[in-house]
């Protein structure tokens, strides 16, 4: 199983959008057996599939307590795709391990996740947009990291940093390798060509080609609680998915 966290530390570049399109597209249009880890207690992953449930214990809160999937992992009513769901609980499991220094504290998911390898190709990480245990969890669980990126200037300002700390958590898990940078949420215009540009002239970068355009659909796919695949495949963003994938599928191994 090839584990991928999708990660951003800025909030709203698409982290969500880009895990669900990509995991529901591996699962139906490529036949993979595809696992996804909701790893932020928003849940935003969990309600598309109606598996948010405030008051559970199951998911991935459960799964860091434990070290277990065993009971986490749930249908979503996509063939070959299952979800861990997560909740507000992921706080109070995330400082209850914190507490306790007498256990380790950062290999926790890649235990639990080590024991569904043969059950899946892959396992596919939204993460919330900050740093706690969970994330770091996550990063040394993973073998791959997709950065999503929207193109204002902060965005980029904060990109070197970024990718610096994604690069460090090699010292916890030198099996690490960043996949890529992927644009996100793209409109055409003079200075985000530049900012395009300038980001593919870097290649510690590996910017993806195929950026994801901004598209009307995606926004009201939220409403409907669907994924943007599922709520309308004709659109700008969903082609540029599909897209996305088949590059990511031919790149795969090639991370830096
Ligand atoms: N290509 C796109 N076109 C238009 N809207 C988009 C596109 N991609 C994402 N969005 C919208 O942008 C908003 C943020 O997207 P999303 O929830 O995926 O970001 P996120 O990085 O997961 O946010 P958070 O940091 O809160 O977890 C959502 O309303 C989503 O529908
Ligand atoms: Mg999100």
């Known amino acids: ?136 969890n996550a990063l040394i669980a993973s073998q791959e990291v997709i950065i999503p990126i929207n193109l204002d200037n902060y965005s980029i300002d904060g990109l070197e940093m970024l990718v610096g700390q994604v690069v460090s958590i090699r010292r916890l898990n030198p099996d690490m390798k960043l996949a890529g940078c992927l644009v996100t949420d793209y409109e055409r215009s003079a200075t985000s060509e530049a900012a395009e540009e300038w980001i593919r002239a870097r290649p510690q970068f590996k910017l993806f080609k195929q950026h994801i355009r901004h598209s009307r659909q995606a926004k009201d796919a939220t409403f409907y609680h669907q994924s943007v695949i599922t709520h309308s495949v004709r659109s700008g963003a969903a082609q540029d998915y599909k897209k996305f994938v088949e590059e990511y599928l031919g790149r795969a191994g090639d991370g830096i």
Request: charged letters at 25%; glycine letters at 8%.
């Open 1 to 136: 199983m090839r584990i991928i966290s999708i990660i951003n530390l800025k909030g709203g570049c698409a982290k969500t959008t880009t895990a669900v399109s990509m995991a529901e597209l591996l699962a139906t249009r490529h036949g993979k057996r595809v696992l996804l880890l909701d790893n932020d207690k928003q849940g935003n992953a969990s309600r598309l599939y109606k598996r948010y449930s405030q008051g559970s214990r199951q998911g991935a809160q459960n799964m860091i307590r434990s070290r277990s999937v065993s009971g986490n992992i749930m249908d979503t009513g996509i063939e070959g795709l299952s979800l861990i769901p997560c909740n507000y609980y992921m706080e109070q499991a995330a400082l209850e391990i914190l507490k306790d220094p007498s256990t380790r504290q950062h290999d926790r998911y890649r235990e639990a996740l080590g024991q569904a390898a043969e059950d899946y190709d892959y396992c596919i990480i939204d993460n919330p947009p900050d740093i706690g245990i969970n994330v770091v």
